[in-house]
């Protein structure tokens, strides 16, 4: 299980530095809320804890982040999270194992060598899930994010 270090962290410390700036004059609703990680920021956790080696689909971190159906809003958050966050955006990939960018694109060919670099094994762009997809036990899941 991938614990953060609550000191070395950058997503730690860009989530305690949200919770920083919240307002002390809060009702009890909106400070429930303060304590909870955003959806972008379950899904940036959730996408930081895919080790090397193995990928997930849009589709299941979207479930995993309690988004079922949201498999839009996790590549939306990839493509708005912070660039310090440094997270393994490559290991996510649509649900029929794809690599979701144009192909011959950059962006394409970066994701497939370093997906190769891993050690997954891309055939023209795809990645067969049952060898490779990141299976975490629920236990992970739980006593990882803050829901």
Known sequence: MMRFAKDKSPLYRYLEQDKANTPDELDNTQEIRSHALSPMAKIWQIVAMIPPGKVSSYGKIADFAGLP??????SRALKLAPEHLSLPWHRVL????????????????????????EGVMVNCGKVNLSECEWQPD?????MSIPF
Do not use: C, D, P
Request: net charge positive; charged share 25%; hydrophobic share 40%.
């Open 94 to 117: 649509n649900s029929q194992g794809k690599i979701s960018f144009e192909k011959h694109s950059a962006s394409f060919q970066e994701q497939m060598e370093l997906l190769r670099l």
């Open 138 to 142: 629920m236990a992970t899941l739980v």
């Open 69 to 74: 159906g949201r498999a839009r809003y996790v």
